[in-house]
């Protein structure tokens, strides 16, 4: 038995292979979807302030990554990105994000022990 797919076509002209909704398009292609969506996030900007809260207390870069994971999340979900391209970006991503956990407990522990050592200096 074959999946229905989006009757629309991807910006490289081959067929969308997305999950259609009742109006036989994709999300990405249903052009009524399309405003609802344009609509919503206009409506829905106290999300975006809690979003700029978290934004705060994360280094550049990472900001940077996230900004272009959730572009390809939705390059993906358009059918404009193979979904390999985006696992595989996912998968460097989390290296980076262990690396930068790594780096954060690598200086905690170091505060730490110059907080002891002082400590022991001054008799305390």
């Known amino acids: 038995m074959t999946m229905p797919a989006c009757q629309s076509t991807r910006r490289d002209g081959t067929p969308c292979r997305a999950t259609p909704t009742a109006s036989g398009m994709c999300f990405a292609h249903d052009e009524q979807l399309r405003q609802k969506t344009a609509e919503g996030r206009r409506a829905g900007g106290h999300n975006r302030s809690n979003s700029r809260r978290a934004a705060k207390h994360l280094p550049a870069d990472m900001r940077a990554l996230g900004s272009q994971l959730m572009e390809a999340i939705h390059e993906c979900h358009a059918g404009d990105l193979d979904p390999k391209r985006l696992s595989a970006m996912g998968t460097a991503a989390g290296a980076v994000v262990r690396i ?21 200096r001054w008799g305390a």
């Open 100 to 120: 930068h956990e790594v780096a954060e407990t690598e200086q905690r522990i170091h505060a730490l022990e110059a907080a002891a050592h002082d400590g022991k």
